[in-house]
């Protein structure tokens, strides 16, 4: 479970070392935006496909 405060900077790390080291395990990442202003959030976006998940 990865919670962030907006920082677009490191949590697609986090995900590319967690699947580059996942032994076969399946990670799967679903992205979840909310509070004022948030809009659509690119990155959610691109973690939630890289590990075949959804995006809201």
């Known amino acids: 479970m990865l919670f962030t405060d907006g920082l677009d900077e490191w949590p697609h790390a986090i995900l590319d070392q967690e699947l ?7 990670i799967r990442m679903f992205g979840f935006s909310m509070g004022y202003g948030t809009g659509q959030l690119p990155l959610l976006h691109w973690m939630a496909c890289r590990t075949f998940a959804k995006y809201s």
């Open 20 to 26: 580059k080291y996942k032994d076969g395990d399946v």
